[in-house]
Nanobody, 117 residues
Framework: QVQLVESGGGLVQPGGSLKLSCTAS????????VGWYRQGPGNQRELVAS???????AYADSWKGRFTISRDNNLNTVYLHMNSLKPDDTGVYYC???????????WGQGTQVTVSS
């Protein structure tokens, strides 16, 4: 069973950058599809970006061009590089991992990102 831990959140000014990390333990991460989700205040979780085991990436329109998802299988970690941050990007960011042939998935505990001056 994979366990996920997110880190790297914090308070940043508009226009700033952050790098979030999602580190897996319990199994090799390399074959998992991993997604980063944002949950704003009072809102549902929405997909920000995802990366497959073969490194195919996808982005939601709101974050395309500003955020980049990548992975380092040697470190069992998936990253979300966040640039040109806006106050609307504020929320708790969660990572989710899933094997392609499985219906179940695993969530991390989330990391808070606050964009404010």
């Amino acid at each position: 069973q994979v366990q996920l831990v997110e880190s790297g959140g914090g308070l940043v000014q508009p226009g700033g950058s952050l790098k979030l990390s999602c580190t897996a333990s319990g199994t090799s991460f390399r074959f998992y599809t991993v997604g980063w989700y944002r949950q704003g205040p009072g809102n549902q979780r929405e997909l920000v970006a995802s990366i497959t085991g073969s490194n195919s990436t996808a982005y939601a329109d709101s974050w395309k061009g500003r955020f980049t998802i990548s992975r380092d299988n040697n470190l069992n970690t998936v990253y979300l590089h966040m640039n040109s941050l806006k106050p609307d990007d504020t929320g708790v960011y969660y990572c989710n991992s899933k094997l392609p042939h499985r219906a179940d998935s695993t969530w991390g505990q989330g990391t808070q990102v606050t964009v404010s001056s």
